[in-house]
Nanobody, 116 residues
Framework: QVQLVESGGDLVQPGGSLRLSCAAS????????RGWFRQAPGNQRELVAT???????NYADSVKGRFTISKDITKTTVYLEMNSLKPEDTAIYYC??????????WGQGTQVTVSS
């Protein structure tokens, strides 16, 4: 089992920045991919960014150049640095982890609201 806890969501003005954190615990040795997803009201959950065990990174086109995904040196916490935030970035942000047999774990989510 893997437990994921997100933090860092907040209300921020357009153009502002936030850093989200996803702390993982449990059986992490089998985890191959960590990622961030988001879900806005009325929309499906969508991929924001992923990072593999080997540090291969993928971003959604909508966040390229503004968001940065990274891992801490212990590889237990994954961050999402979000800059130049737009109102359309408003959503609940979820982190996930995928293990070697494709099982997906999710955190509880953290709210990001971009509004003046």
């Amino acid at each position: 089992q893997v437990q994921l806890v997100e933090s860092g969501g907040d209300l921020v003005q357009p153009g502002g920045s936030l850093r989200l954190s996803c702390a993982a615990s449990g059986s992490l040795v089998s985890i191959n991919v960590r990622g961030w997803f988001r879900q806005a009201p009325g929309n499906q959950r969508e991929l924001v960014a992923t990072i593999t065990r080997g540090d291969v990174i993928n971003y959604a086109d909508s966040v390229k150049g503004r968001f940065t995904i990274s891992k801490d040196i212990t590889k237990t916490t994954v961050y999402l640095e979000m800059n130049s935030l737009k109102p359309e970035d408003t959503a609940i942000y979820y982190c996930n982890a995928v293990n070697s047999i494709g099982k997906v774990y999710w955190g509880q989510g953290t709210q990001v609201t971009v509004s003046s």
